[in-house]
C-alpha cells in the first residue's frame, strides 16, 4: 500500500533556548536522513521557530519522539492517507504514454508518405508531454508516500523564566522569605498606629478619674 504521512509537532522552550532547540532540531533531522524544506528562526521575547521537515516515513516515529525530548510538547497530531489507487492511476497512465510511443516509433520507421511521416511525429510531441505529466505525477506521490511531512513549531514559554518551569530553588525560598517578612512588619505597623490612638484614650482615662476620685476624698475631708 502506499499510505502518505503527515505530522505536527508544536514546543514550547524559554527564550534564550530557542536557537539552542533550533539546532537540535536540525540534528535530529540529519540524524534520520531528513531535509529540513523550510525554516524561520526568530530569538528573543515572544517569538520562536517554525520548520517543515521531510522524514523518512520508515523513521517518523523515531524522529517524532527525539524531537518531542527538545521541549515541553504542546500538541503533537499526526495523519495518514492511503493513496494507492492514485498511485496505480498515475503509474497506469504512464505506461500507457510510454507504450503508445513505442507504437508511434514503429510506425514512424515503417512511413514512407512524407505526410504520414509528419503526422507521426505531431502525435509523437503530444505523447512527449503526457509522458512527462505521467511521470512527474508518479515521482510525486512516490516522494510523498517515502517521505512524510513534519510540521515543527518552537513557541516561547508564556511563564517567562528563563529556567525550567516547576523548579523551585533556594533563591527562590530566599525571596520568598523576604516577601513574607515584608508583609509581616507591614502588617504590624499598620496594627500600631491603630492602636496607638486607642492606648493614648485609656490611658487619659485613667488619668482623669484617678484626679476626680482624689477630689472627692479632699472635699469629703474638708467638709468633715
Request: positive net charge; glycine residues 8%.
Amino acid at each position: 500500500r502506499k499510505v502518505q504521512r503527515q505530522a505536527s509537532l508544536t514546543l514550547e522552550a524559554a527564550p534564550d533556548r530557542i536557537d539552542e532547540v533550533s539546532q537540535q532540531v536540525i540534528r535530529v533531522v540529519d540524524g534520520v536522513d531528513g531535509v529540513v524544506a523550510n525554516s524561520s528562526i526568530s530569538s528573543g521575547d515572544g517569538n520562536g521557530a517554525s520548520f517543515e521537515l521531510r522524514i523518512p516515513s520508515d523513521r517518523l516515529q523515531t524522529a517524532l519522539a527525539q524531537l518531542s525530548k527538545l521541549g515541553h510538547v504542546r500538541s503533537r497530531q499526526e495523519s495518514s492517507e492511503d493513496v494507492t489507487d492514485g498511485f496505480n492511476a498515475a503509474k497506469g497512465r504512464l505506461d500507457e504514454a510510454l507504450a503508445e510511443r513505442s507504437s508511434l516509433l514503429k510506425q514512424l520507421a515503417a512511413a514512407a508518405a512524407p505526410n504520414k511521416a509528419e503526422s507521426i511525429r505531431a502525435r509523437l510531441r503530444i505523447n512527449g508531454q503526457q509522458i512527462v505529466q505521467a511521470r512527474s505525477g508518479v515521482s510525486d506521490l512516490r516522494r510523498r508516500t517515502s517521505f512524510a511531512t513534519v510540521q515543527l513549531t518552537i513557541d516561547v514559554r508564556k511563564d517567562g523564566s528563563g529556567g525550567d518551569a516547576g523548579t523551585w530553588t533556594p533563591d527562590d525560598a530566599l525571596s520568598d522569605a523576604g516577601r513574607v517578612l515584608e508583609v509581616s512588619l507591614g502588617v504590624l505597623v499598620v496594627a500600631l498606629a491603630v492602636a496607638l490612638p486607642a492606648g493614648l484614650v485609656v490611658i487619659l482615662a485613667a488619668v482623669g478619674a484617678r484626679a476626680a476620685r482624689r477630689r472627692r476624698r479632699e472635699q469629703a475631708l474638708a467638709s468633715g
